[in-house]
């Protein structure tokens, strides 16, 4: 029996079956929970149907009227064209500092995390009665309650983690919206070729939050798109790292010149 969609007399239900699944699925993983996962990806763009070309029957006037409407668009778009400002590259973006959150800081008065912690625990117990959740909202929370936690422990690693600039999604999502020619992906593909400087930032980010928490963090890159299919050229990404003490990035760099052509080894 249910009142308001909550299962009386013991019987456990679809939501507390869904918090145990993500729970469990969060403490058996290796890395942080990916935050990003799930969400809309980012720098890519779909094709609108409204710009598709569509085939016309028309007489010989009409054919004349459309072509001296088609050749004024195209003076258009090439003064358009020729008004263009020349793409950003990754290492623009970087060196012009469009993700840094200058002023930001992380809050870590313990009076101010436990009233989060408590916050985020009640609405773990309303997804437990729910039918609905579908894990996402019991992951996405947990995700939270565990940086929370790490959080206490940041004045004692605030010396490392300090070193490198914070960046929110919703201001990577604006650059990237800005910047068509861009895109956010894991840093898995371009792992070959970074060069050491990153290689030693991923490790010592790793090897910090792993000494922290327990477990790994996770790399993303922000590159141009061809970038992410297989090229001969080098490659310009800049690197970034989800946060072990909320949802929020660490910028750790960007290169161009200093990214490794393998077939010049």
């Given at each position: 029996?249910?009142?308001?969609?909550?299962?009386?007399?013991?019987?456990?239900?679809?939501?507390?079956?869904?918090?145990?699944?993500?729970?469990?699925?969060?403490?058996?993983?290796?890395?942080?929970?990916?935050?990003?996962?799930?969400?809309r990806m980012f720098g890519f763009n779909s094709t609108d149907?409204?710009?598709?070309?569509?085939?016309?029957?028309?007489?010989?006037?009409?054919?004349?009227?459309?072509?001296?409407q088609a050749a004024k668009d195209l003076k258009k778009k090439?003064?358009?064209?020729?008004?263009?400002?020349?793409?950003?590259?990754?290492?623009?973006?970087?060196?012009?500092?469009?993700?840094?959150?200058?002023?930001?800081?992380?809050?870590?008065?313990?009076?101010?995390?436990?009233?989060?912690?408590?916050?985020?625990?009640?609405?773990?117990?309303?997804?437990?009665?729910?039918?609905?959740?579908?894990?996402?909202?019991?992951?996405?929370?947990?995700?939270?309650?565990?940086?929370?936690?790490?959080?206490?422990?940041?004045?004692?690693?605030?010396?490392?983690?300090?070193?490198?600039?914070?960046?929110?999604?919703?201001?990577?999502?604006?650059?990237?919206?800005?910047?068509?020619?861009?895109?956010?992906?894991?840093?898995?593909?371009?792992?070959p070729d970074l060069p050491k400087e990153a290689i030693d930032?991923?490790?010592?980010?790793?090897?910090?939050?792993?000494?922290?928490?327990?477990?790994?963090?996770?790399?993303?890159?922000?590159?141009?798109?061809?970038?992410?299919?297989?090229?001969?050229?080098?490659?310009?990404?800049?690197?970034?790292?989800?946060?072990?003490?909320?949802?929020?990035?660490?910028?750790?760099?960007?290169?161009?010149?200093?990214?490794?052509?393998?077939?010049?080894?």
């Amino acid at each position: 029996m249910k009142i308001f969609g909550i299962e009386l007399f013991g019987k456990s239900n679809q939501g507390e079956m869904l918090y145990g699944n993500a729970r469990n699925q969060i403490r058996e993983s290796k890395n942080l929970p990916d935050f990003h996962r799930g969400t809309r990806m980012f720098g890519f763009n779909s094709t609108d149907p409204m710009e598709m070309p569509i085939a016309y029957a028309v007489d010989a006037t009409t054919a004349i009227s459309m072509g001296k409407q088609a050749a004024k668009d195209l003076k258009k778009k090439m003064k358009a064209k020729t008004e263009e400002k020349i793409s950003l590259t990754p290492k623009g973006v970087y060196e012009a500092k469009l993700l840094h959150e200058m002023a930001f800081k992380i809050n870590t008065d313990p009076a101010y995390i436990d009233e989060q912690l408590n916050s985020f625990k009640e609405r773990l117990n309303i997804i437990k009665v729910s039918d609905f959740d579908m894990e996402n909202g019991s992951l996405e929370i947990q995700s939270m309650i565990i940086r929370l936690e790490n959080r206490k422990k940041y004045p004692e690693f605030k010396s490392f983690f300090d070193q490198y600039p914070y960046a929110k999604s919703e201001k990577i999502q604006k650059v990237l919206e800005v910047n068509t020619h861009l895109r956010m992906g894991m840093v898995d593909q371009f792992v070959p070729d970074l060069p050491k400087e990153a290689i030693d930032a991923i490790q010592a980010y790793k090897k910090t939050t792993e000494k922290m928490c327990k477990k790994f963090p996770l790399f993303y890159i922000i590159a141009d798109k061809k970038d992410f299919q297989k090229t001969v050229k080098r490659r310009d990404p800049i690197l970034l790292a989800q946060s072990p003490f909320g949802h929020f990035w660490q910028i750790l760099g960007a290169w161009d010149k200093e990214m490794l052509l393998l077939s010049d080894l």
